[in-house]
């Protein structure tokens, strides 16, 4: 279309300029004939035109007032009558000029194309004829036909070069989006390695790398599930195990006296208390992991929180004369969950006393420093070795497991504890020397306002 346009364009152009010259040439011939055609003399006439069709290289016709040709530069029209629509608007329109477009079969040069100009020849005020001037315009025809040609040409060229490129571009963006469809589609069917591994920048790749990451952090948490699951399973399994030992023993066994009994049944009731509470801690686990576990911020004050642990846990202190003391003096304001920082800073209490002999001591104390708050437990009791402190927050990890469950231990105590720091975005810290005793430091970001409080 554009290629159409633009030669057409270029056709109208040079047409105009060609009717121009040449109405310019009928104009002054019909000047120069005007007093000869009055005087019918056509030898002068003849002349004129002759000598007008050499210097611009077309034929010259004079028409008297009828339209019969009176001089015709070429000599073959003489005493014919024209009757073209030209020569009409001129001897009987009121026209001085005009024009019209002719195809010529003309058996010596062939088809082509000519443009017929007249102009009006007047003397005395009076139209007594015309001259007709025709020119081959087929020039102007072929000049623009090839132009329309290359122009389409060209167009083509560059039609076909931009399929390519961008055919090419098409493949360059496509390619990636494929792979990391296909790698979707695997994963969506339970294949968690796969990855897209796209490299590079731009936004696709970008997209895959982050995709990629966020497989590997599914991979993760799938991972981690099910080793909780078998776990959590297993820990389930070893009460369970002790206690159908204890039951079958009793079962099988003829005239057990009462006192092994009363043994065995105690024996199967600690187990019972070991599952419960270890399946209360698996609930809390999962209800942390799902979300469930929204936390109820308040703002308390920790000695309240540290004294309602200490209290509740003196007892079984006293039990194995272990002396609890707490120095609460640094008393500040936290907003947290006051249930969930009372079970953390519980278990860290329980463990100081559950890891330390009879007749050992536990020491309690907080502080606020520099927008945070700790509280610190500390314990002469049997401390750990270094490689066992990178692992004690793990879930189910016990340093001496025969140990641990003589107190009953599960190994998810001090798990749940820096679940709950982390959510109220603190944390926790351990210092330990085997045989000496261990420090856990809770730390909980204070209250905004505690620091004016105080
Ligand atoms: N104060 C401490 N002194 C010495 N060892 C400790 C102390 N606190 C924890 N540990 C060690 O870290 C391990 C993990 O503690 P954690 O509280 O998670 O489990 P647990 O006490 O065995 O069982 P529970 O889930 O019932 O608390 C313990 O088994 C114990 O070996
Ligand atoms: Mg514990």
Redesign the pocket.
């Known amino acids: 279309m554009v290629s159409i346009a633009v030669s057409s364009l270029v056709e109208d152009y040079l047409v105009n300029q060609r009717i121009s010259s040449l109405t310019k040439a009928a104009n002054s011939t019909a000047v120069q004939v005007a007093p000869y055609l009055s005087d019918d003399d056509a030898g002068t006439m003849y002349d004129i035109v002759v000598n007008n069709g050499n210097d611009s290289g077309g034929r010259f016709l004079v028409l008297n007032s009828s339209g019969i040709v009176a001089v015709d530069s070429f000599s073959d029209l003489n005493g014919v009558k024209l009757s073209d629509r030209e020569v009409n608007d001129i001897l009987y329109g009121r026209n001085s000029s005009s024009y019209g477009f002719h195809s010529i079969n003309d058996p010596g040069s062939g088809n082509f194309w000519a443009v017929y100009c007249t102009s009006s020849i007047v003397h005395n005020g009076q139209v007594i004829g015309a001259v007709l001037y025709s020119s081959s315009i087929q020039d102007v025809v072929n000049a623009t036909a090839m132009l329309q040609e290359r122009t389409l040409t060209i167009f083509l060229l560059a039609c076909g070069i931009i399929i390519i490129i961008s055919l090419f571009t098409t493949n360059l963006i496509t390619k990636p989006i494929k792979k990391l469809t296909d790698v979707a589609i695997k994963i969506s069917n339970g294949d968690l390695s796969q990855r897209a591994n796209i490299r590079g920048k731009g936004e696709v790749a970008e997209l895959a790398q982050t995709f990629d990451m966020m497989c590997g952090r599914i991979q993760n948490m799938d991972q981690q599930r099910s080793e909780f699951v078998s776990d959590a399973s297993h820990e389930l399994k070893t009460p369970l195990a002790s206690m159908k030992i204890l039951v079958e023993s009793m079962l099988y066994q003829d005239n057990v006296p009462e006192e092994v009994y009363k043994e065995f049944l105690g024996d199967i009731n600690g187990e019972i208390d070991r599952m419960n ?1 270890l399946i209360t ?1 698996l609930l809390l686990l999962s209800k942390m992991d799902s979300d469930i576990v929204t936390i109820n911020l308040e703002k308390v004050r920790i000695s309240s929180i540290v004294n309602k642990c200490v209290n509740a846990l003196e007892p079984i202190a006293k039990e194995r004369n272990i002396r609890v003391r707490t120095d609460v003096s640094d008393d500040f304001e936290l907003e947290c969950d006051p249930l969930k920082l009372r079970q953390a800073i519980n ?2 209490i ?3 006393i ?3 002999s009879d007749g050992g001591h536990v020491f309690v104390t907080t502080k606020h420093h520099g927008g945070e708050g700790a509280v610190r ?1 500390e ?1 002469d ?4 070795s270094p490689e ?1 402190l990178e692992h ?2 793990e879930r189910f ?4 497991k025969a ?2 469950r003589e ?11 820096r679940r709950i720091a982390l959510m109220h975005g603190g944390r926790v810290d351990v210092e ?1 020397k085997e045989g000496k ?2 420090v ?1 430091t809770l730390v909980v970001p204070l209250a905004q306002h505690t620091e004016d409080i105080l």
């Open positions: 509470s801690d278990n860290l329980e463990n100081a559950k890891y330390t437990i314990d009791g049997v401390g750990m066992h004690i927050f990890y016990r340093v001496d140990r641990s107190t009953g231990g599960t190994g998810l105590g001090l798990h749940i504890v330990s005793g261990s856990f």
